[in-house]
């Protein structure tokens, strides 16, 4: 998903996370729940973090590989680019499919031939 961002710049990011940058957000997003006052600002740049895929930001090179690596890069940017990609992120996250829904499904076989 692309988020257009002013002065055509942009974001893209991903549709599916890894095990681990799952992991991570979950983390962050326990540790706002936990203490908000200290910990939800932090929220934006995990958000950015691991969703972001690729980017085209003035003044800012290709995202770093490595997630521990992008957050000076993310801390070094506006405010408002930092808050639209987050919240995109955040709807993404949102809209995921819940792996512990039914699925309507029957879990003791294959269906029965018709």
Known sequence: MRVELPAGQWA????????GQTKRLQR???????NPAEAAPEIDTEFVAVYV???SLRGVGDVPPDLDARLPVIDSLPE???SAIALAAAKVWKGRADPNAST???ESGPPAAA
């Open 12 to 19: 893209e990011l991903r549709e599916e996370l890894t095990h």
């Open 104 to 106: 309507g499904s029957s």
């Open 80 to 82: 408002p680019i930092v």
């Open 53 to 55: 895929a690729a980017w």
């Open 28 to 34: 962050a997003l326990f540790r706002a729940s936990e």
